[in-house]
């Protein structure tokens, strides 16, 4: 059985690509809060044909409990097939009214977390000479956007991780690569101003295809999405 590792799959993209995973016929394991709607996404991910589906929650701002939801994950699991790095958080706030807290918390969840990930599954993909690691970005990884000073830097550093790692990688077996939606019709995007460009299924589809399906001579890319 293949095996996928998904965060934030209660909603939004993280629902849709665990779903587009799901009709792929891959196992899952979910890194996160345990939730209605996480719960939610595991009962639709098996009525959609994933053979397993698993939540090891942990709170992803907090380096501790990640560390120790990904080793007991790979303990149940030692060698996932791909790793889909999607949580994110984005406070809209003022640079004045971003506390350190915020700021951190932010950067924690958005760029630590993916780092500790990719870390964790590494060595077994290493191992097994193949592997795919997929870091949801943002079009705001390649821009500024007012009032939100602490997601756009943790966007730009999660491209920065995923180039350091693809170079790092090379001749692993392994792939890493980011793709980066604009707009998107999730709940994330409720509040930002912007209109919604595209579906968070038209980004799973992407990404399960960049996880699945394309040519390894993708490693390292950024894959944008403007939307129509």
Not at 36 to 41: A, Y
Not at 43 to 54: I, T
Not at 180 to 193: A, I, N
């Amino acid at each position: 059985m293949k095996l996928a590792i998904v965060t934030g799959a209660s909603r939004g993209i993280g629902r849709a690509t665990a779903l587009e995973l799901a009709r792929r016929g891959l196992g899952l394991a979910f890194l996160g809060h345990t939730s209605p709607e996480l719960e939610q996404t595991e009962a639709l991910c098996l009525r959609a044909g994933s053979p397993s589906v698993r939540t090891f929650a942990c709170n992803l701002a907090d380096a501790v409990a990640t560390e120790q939801a990904a080793e007991q994950l790979l303990a149940e699991h030692p060698s996932p097939d791909v790793l889909v790095n999607n949580a994110g958080m984005a406070p809209r706030l003022p640079i004045e009214e971003t506390s350190i807290s915020t700021w951190e918390e932010t950067l924690a969840v958005n760029l630590r977390a993916p780092f500790q990930l990719a870390r964790a599954v590494v060595p077994s993909m290493r191992r097994a000479k193949r592997g795919r690691i997929v870091f949801v970005g943002s079009i705001s990884s390649t821009l500024g956007t007012a009032r939100q000073t602490a997601y756009v830097a943790s966007k730009w550093g999660v491209v920065g991780l995923m180039k350091s790692l693809a170079e790092e990688l090379r001749d692993s077996g392994i792939v890493t690569l980011a793709v980066l939606p604009g707009s998107t019709d999730t709940r994330m995007l409720e509040g930002s101003g912007f209109p919604p460009r595209m579906t968070a299924d038209d980004v799973a589809r992407t990404i399960v295809h960049y996880a699945l399906d394309a040519p390894a001579a993708h490693a390292g890319s950024v894959i944008e999405m403007f939307g129509v």
